[in-house]
């Protein structure tokens, strides 16, 4: 499985765009990206997932360059709410399917 | 409510004691993983297991076993507690060993005094 480097922690205030970026120099051939979201004393929720170029949803933007050695998750006009530690996942999935996951990213939206 | 159900929410003992976790997976997942989330560690994985068969380990603990049943509902044993086996405890299910799309559950706070 890949190793994902990521910041530890970031600030934003609210109504901001903040992009979180991931770098994951290994990525294999069959591997996914994945990005989770955790609130404290909660269980990881599925953000988005992507393989190459750009995935969007109702939450979130996910960003992938051709090389695919990092990727960046993009949340539009974060809230208070949105204040969690995001998590980048690499694999594949297909061989024993367990996440990984690396410290992530906390961060904190301010009013 | 993500469809994973993980009981007892809470569950406080004293070191030495054994306890049993349960999880309830989403309805079709076939896999179970368990994750444990202490403080200074993140979040770890422990155990999988596809279909009643364990199918990957990861940093589980000789005292720690864990199993899942016909119904794929599992339970995660933790015997000779000690203090450094407080932590939050979950669940998390999926529909294929591997594929995408887990899902976890609310987990269980374990304190052990």
């Known amino acids: 499985l890949a190793k994902t480097t990521q910041p530890i922690s970031m600030d934003s205030y609210e109504g901001q765009e903040v992009n979180i970026t991931c770098s994951h120099n290994n990525i294999a051939t069959n591997d996914y990206i994945t990005w989770y979201q955790q609130f404290p004393s909660q269980g990881p929720r599925f953000i988005i997932q992507?393989?190459?170029t750009k995935v969007t949803n109702e939450v979130a933007s996910l960003f992938i360059p051709a090389d695919r050695k990092s990727s960046t998750l993009s949340l539009p006009r974060v809230s208070l709410s949105d204040t969690a530690v995001y998590y980048c996942?690499?694999?594949?999935?297909?061989?024993?399917?367990?996440?990984?996951f690396g410290q992530g990213t906390e961060l904190s939206v301010k009013p | 409510d993500s469809g994973v159900t993980q009981t007892p929410k809470h569950l406080i003992t004293a070191t030495g004691q054994r306890v049993t976790l349960r999880c309830s997976p989403r309805?079709?997942?076939?896999?179970v993983y368990w994750y444990q989330q202490s403080l200074d560690q993140g979040l770890q994985f422990l155990i999988q297991y596809y279909n009643g068969e364990e199918r990957a380990k990861g940093n589980i603990l000789e005292r720690f076993s864990a199993q899942q049943f016909p119904d794929l509902h599992s339970e995660l044993n933790l015997s000779s507690l000690e203090l450094g086996d407080s932590a939050l405890y979950f669940c998390?299910?999926?529909?294929?060993?591997?594929?995408?799309?887990?899902?976890f559950g609310s987990g269980t706070r374990l304190t052990v005094v």
């Open positions: 998390a299910s999926s529909a294929l060993t591997g594929g995408h799309g887990y899902t």
């Open positions: 996942l690499v694999g594949s999935y297909n061989q024993g399917g367990k996440l990984i």
């Open positions: 992507g393989y190459k």
């Open positions: 309805s079709g997942d076939l896999s």
